[in-house]
């Protein structure tokens, strides 16, 4: 064969395989033939079915709180869908179960008097419920147990306005405050929810799982209840006044003896060829109960839907197994995910990679990968480069694939799981419109019309295409270059995002030139031994210490630095403002650093039991959410503050991110993604 004869073939074999599109000096031929990425292409965004699942999920099935029956529903309901789209092998695997369902009801507040003024509320889950209408005066909490004696006869049939740290703390003595206050009679606690600067009344509520794992008879039964800050702030005044305040306070939740069982949702297209290799690519079903659940984590778990639609409608015979998962107790610690690592640890040298959605509804346009990932990755995502931008005025790469030496560190999202155990758990980076962070993830507005219909039908076009293209490359993805952190715990990625530093426990062992653990002078090798002159064991002591330290600035913390002892002040505001230390950046590229936590830390390593959430972030919200009333708008709960946007405010969200997970101390602080 001559010399032309070959060009003659190479072209025509490079035109049959589709566009062969130039990086750097290489050609990269795709992976996928172009009718068939035509057709993933042309299905996804012309015929999108993106809209109506999240739809049905948010509206037909509502909040997703792990162990309530409101979770058993949406398993239920993607198990029919899945079966509908013809996936094959659709069932639930079964990750726990827990010793009592706990479902959330009505909230409802008003002031009856002097004024007449709704007020919004909201309550944590696994919390006490009013149990019914509940009214009576509003007297201020006593400092501390020395000035109770003086108000005791004011408690009963009152509500308690306290400050948030007396109603949240887990010091003894605060603790013993709050039970003389119900001993005497009141019906429970009200306290202030804080947002930010930008969105002041923004309220978020969390709550300890763990308190579905003990007796009936041991349920919480102290009413407390959170108070959105503007409405508030409308109280205080009147009782700054000398008024009279009567309130009526309805929160509705309910305990129930289980045991519940606690699951994963799985569908599969099977391999043609390597039916035992996987492509895996997932996103939680669960939520917290404020809301709908909508970008944290509906937009993850229908675009995941969505994108098994797409490809079962086009017909596609994949070579490996493309196995679709939707995950139960992502918000209490990762626990699905752990789970599933654990019971198929012998499977795990066969995933090819797991691909995670779980942050919001900004549209797909970057993923970081390992060097030794990279050709073969450029090959998967050539197709996606044809997509058009689903932001008409976007000038950059439609996609764009970021080289890191490993993929590393820990995460506040379920493709932690699967770097622990040494798989490649890849991450979106996300760009657009959205602000997820701020305005949606974790708050009551995180409904359906906050959802943003061109990027969900872009992102699971995206998620469809990389997925066919990974589990038809020759051979698996490389895992050499997935490095696991063992020690990818919340609190110290969290410490580690406030310090600008790296810590091993208590230890210094980076210190980034300019950050604020270098302005405060903290050096490599420096120990954190004391807050404010206490012992300080475990990290997660500085975040729950700050939540106490009302009225104060700084904390002093002390170090051992060899054999000298230093002190330093840290700024409250700096730890309580961590945001869930869900990156250590602000902004950029959508990814955290290598080697940091994309989405925050409460990664648990696979056979460790991470205890989840239990506790709001220092100075942020403790409590506070919102969602309305069962039987009030299908499509969201929750007002918007007024003037405020249903979508957000606008600018770039190009976190990658996730919902904090939990950590072993039982920790929670409210992040940046979910």
Known sequence: MSNREQLGVLFLVCALAGPIFAQGTAAVVPVLDEATATSIRTEGIDNSQAMRLLDDLTSKVGHRLTGSDNFTKACDWALAEFSAMGLQNVHKEKWGEWRLIWNRGTWKGRIVAPITLE?????????????????????????????????????????????????????????ALREQIMAAGAHGFLYMTKGDAKFPTRV???????????????????????????????LEALLDEGKEVVVEIQVDSEFKPGPIELNNVVAEIPGTEKPDEVVIVCGHLDSWHQAQGCTDNGTGTTSTMEAARILAKVGVKPTRTIRFILWGGEEEGLLGSVAYVKQHRAEMDKISCAFNHDTGTN?????????????????????????????????????????????????????????????????????????????????????????????????????????????????????????????????????????????DGLKFTKVEKGGRADGLGIQVGDVIRKAEGKDVEQLFELFAMARDME??????????????????????????????????????????????????????????????????????????????????????????????????????SEGSGSSGGGDDQGLMVTAHNG
């Open 119 to 175: 007020l919004y509320v909201a309550a944590e889950a696994w919390t006490a419920s009013t149990n019914g209408m509940k009214k009576g005066r509003v007297v201020r909490a006593p400092k501390d147990s020395d000035g109770f004696e003086a108000l005791a006869k004011t408690f009963a049939g009152a509500w308690v306005y306290a400050p948030a740290a007396l109603v949240t703390s887990r010091s003894a003595e605060r603790r």
């Open 204 to 234: 978020r509520v969390f709550g300890d799982h763990n308190q579905a794992m003990g007796k009936l008879e041991d349920v919480p039964t102290t009413p407390q209840v959170a108070v959105q800050s503007d409405h508030a702030q409308q």
């Open 363 to 503: 549209w797909a346009q970057s993923m970081s990968v390992s060097a030794s990932m990279l050709a073969p990755m450029q090959r998967v995502f050539a197709p996606v480069m044809q997509l058009k931008s689903p932001e008409p005025d976007f000038t950059g790469p439609v996609f764009n694939l970021k080289k890191v030496e490993v993929i590393s560190g820990g995460g506040g999202s379920d493709h932690a799981s699967f770097i622990a155990a040494r798989v490649p758990g890849l991450e979106w980076g996300l760009r657009g419109r959205s602000d997820y962070f701020q305005y949606t993830w974790h708050s009551q507005w995180d409904r359906f019309d906050v959802a943003i219909p061109e990027y969900q039908r872009h992102t699971s076009t995206v998620i469809a295409l990389a997925a066919l293209g990974v589990a038809n490359l020759p051979e698996l993805l490389d895992h050499s270059g997935v490095r696991a952190t063992g020690g990818g715990r919340q609190s110290m990625n969290i410490a580690g995002a406030v310090f600008n530093a790296e810590l």
């Open 551 to 652: 009225g104060k600035e700084t904390m002093d913390i002390g170090l051992v630095r060899g054999k000298e002892q230093v002190t330093v002040k840290l700024k409250l505001v700096d730890l309580r403002n961590a945001r869930g230390g869900r990156s250590g950046r602000s902004s950029g590229s959508g990814e955290a650093a290598p080697g940091s936590s994309p989405r925050g830390s409460s990664e648990a390593a696979p056979g460790s039991s991470p205890r989840g959430s239990g506790e709001a972030a220092p100075g942020s919200s403790p409590r506070g959410s919102g969602e309305a009333a069962p039987g009030s708008s299908p499509r969201g709960s929750g007002e918007a503050a007024p003037g405020s946007s249903p979508r957000g405010s606008g600018g770039s």
